[in-house]
């Protein structure tokens, strides 16, 4: 074993859950900072007003009734089986003491400890196994987006928050984030069709297609569409392990009819 380390009408901050209202988030910032050239990423707006919510992966199960709820431990979401196999890849991969590596938490805690250790010690020897997708992959900055809709359908909203990053989405405390969840039943984020990333003074941006389905505690059906842009610091030197992984840099997301 190697061990090595979205609903409501609100205001303030557009799509409280799913947007970055704009702006790049203090860790985006020092990214910035440490890429020499301060390259910003790409545009993007958000719609005004729209608090979008829940978020499970397509076979994912729904979220309980109050977003105040425990997590739903990844055990109970997949199976003892399937979950004890995703911990064995965690707890093979992870320098840390196995806190994040249990059955016990979400799914999505566990996938995001490989991911981070999977980045931390990307190219410093053979490539570890259980690290696929490979770290600096699209697919890896796909799973990025998929993680934080599988941790909000498993109420896990710190995981979620943290997908965007140390400090969570620009503007939003935690406590804040969650709020947001508390009208929404349960959403569904399809991925769309992925086109080759772009390379800044120092990082490394993927747009991330998105169309999410949601159903609000009354039975009203919603959908949104646009894209997550995600990114992460390219090798630069003195990048931490946070900058080094992807992340949810910004998002542009709007309200589309059902048909």
């Not at 990423?41 to 608090?51: L, R």
């Not at 696929?132 to 941790?151: H, L, T």
């Amino acid at each position: 074993m190697r061990h090595a380390s979205l609903s409501g009408i609100v205001s303030g901050c557009a799509l409280l859950a799913l947007s970055a209202c704009g702006a790049p988030s203090q860790p985006e910032r020092k990214a910035d900072e440490l890429a020499s050239n301060g390259v910003a990423a790409p545009a993007v707006e958000t719609p005004g007003n729209q608090n979008v919510a829940q978020s499970p992966m397509p076979d994912a199960a729904p979220a309980a009734e109050s977003a105040s709820a425990a997590p739903l431990s990844c055990a109970a979401d997949i199976g003892s089986a399937a979950a004890a196999k995703r911990v064995a890849i965690c707890r093979n991969v992870s320098p840390a003491t196995h806190p994040p590596c249990n059955a016990a938490n979400s799914c999505a805690m566990i996938e995001d400890e490989i991911a981070r250790s999977c980045a931390l010690f990307d190219g410093k020897g053979e490539p570890m196994a259980g690290c696929d997708p490979a770290p600096k992959s699209m697919a890896a900055a796909v799973a990025v987006v998929q993680r934080y809709y599988s941790a909000i359908n498993a109420r896990d909203y710190g995981t979620a928050w943290a997908q965007w990053g140390d400090d969570g989405p620009p503007n939003q405390t935690l406590d804040k984030f969650q709020a947001g969840f508390a009208g929404t039943r349960s959403t569904r984020v399809t991925i769309g069709k992925l086109e080759p990333g772009d390379a800044g003074a120092g990082s490394i941006y993927q747009t991330v297609p998105v169309t999410v389905d949601s159903q609000l505690r009354d039975g009203t059906r919603q959908r949104f569409a646009g894209d997550y842009v995600v990114r992460r610091v390219n090798d630069v030197d003195g990048a931490s392990a946070s900058q080094l992984r992807w992340h949810i840099g910004q998002a542009k997301l709007k309200a589309v009819p059902i048909r």
